[in-house]
């Protein structure tokens, strides 16, 4: 079992729409989540970020994070066609021999017009 | 502000040649230096990681290497490309210490192909 399980999509929406993408995780010492979007053949780009448990909201996108679940989720609303890319979730425990993220394999995002 | 630099953006290589892939960072000090393979369609794999000059920690044994000569420099090499070095490679730093460590900062990648 991967540490991380995000369903790779793709994910076809409206424009307009509220999407909703997650992952779950197995490993209860994560404390660190964040989301990274990412264009095709560009880097990843930190989207949003949050520690523990709750959510965070940052203009159109909500970060939720549910550790009693191991489940976190993005919701993006209003969707709009420059919306469609791949989404990355990312996690770390944040120990001191812990400097690395582990990721999802990303879900793919197509919003049409 | 801080930014990263890699390049080339774009590499098309024999089988059997060298490969040498540049990152650097501008705008912070001692940062932690990453770099990452990501296959088509899959998630991004740690290939190596540094927490100063000198200091590499390899993740995945296999036909490449990393040298961090500079404080905001991280070189990642190999002295014979296999088909199966081909894919995106992404250098990325973090802060090394302090409240935003574990945020991730990723370059614009490479893409290489070995043929």
């Known amino acids: 079992q991967k540490e991380v399980e995000q369903d790779p999509g793709p994910l076809s929406v409206p424009e307009g729409a509220i999407v909703s993408l997650n992952c779950t995780y197995s490993n209860s010492a994560f404390q660190y989540f964040m989301w990274y979007r990412q264009y095709s053949r560009k880097g990843p780009e930190l989207l949003m970020y949050?520690?523990?448990?709750g959510n965070k909201e940052d203009g159109r996108f909500t970060a939720q994070v549910d550790k009693s679940s191991k489940y976190i989720s993005l919701f993006i609303r209003d969707s709009q066609p420059s919306d469609s890319a791949t989404y990355l979730c990312?996690?770390?425990?944040?120990?001191?021999?812990?400097?690395?993220?582990?990721f999802g394999s990303g879900t793919r995002l197509l919003v049409r017009p | 502000s801080q930014t990263i630099h890699q390049w080339p953006a774009t590499l098309v290589q024999p089988v059997g040649s060298p490969l040498s892939l540049e990152c650097t960072v501008e705008?912070?000090?001692?940062?932690?230096l990453y770099w990452y393979r990501q296959a088509a369609g899959r998630g991004l794999q740690l290939l190596f990681y540094s927490v100063g000059i000198g200091q590499i920690s390899s993740e995945v044994p296999q036909n490449l290497s990393a040298s961090r000569p500079q404080d905001r420099q991280f070189i990642l090499s190999s002295k014979k490309l296999l088909l199966s070095d081909s894919g995106f490679y992404l250098c990325?730093?973090?802060?090394?210490?302090?409240?935003?460590?574990?945020?991730?900062?990723f370059g614009s990648g490479t893409q290489l192909s070995v043929l």
């Open positions: 949050t520690y523990s448990s």
């Open positions: 990312a996690m770390s425990s944040g120990m001191d021999s812990s400097y690395k993220l582990i």
């Open positions: 705008g912070t000090s001692n940062p932690n």
């Open positions: 990325a730093w973090s802060p090394h210490t302090g409240k935003n460590n574990e945020k991730l900062f």
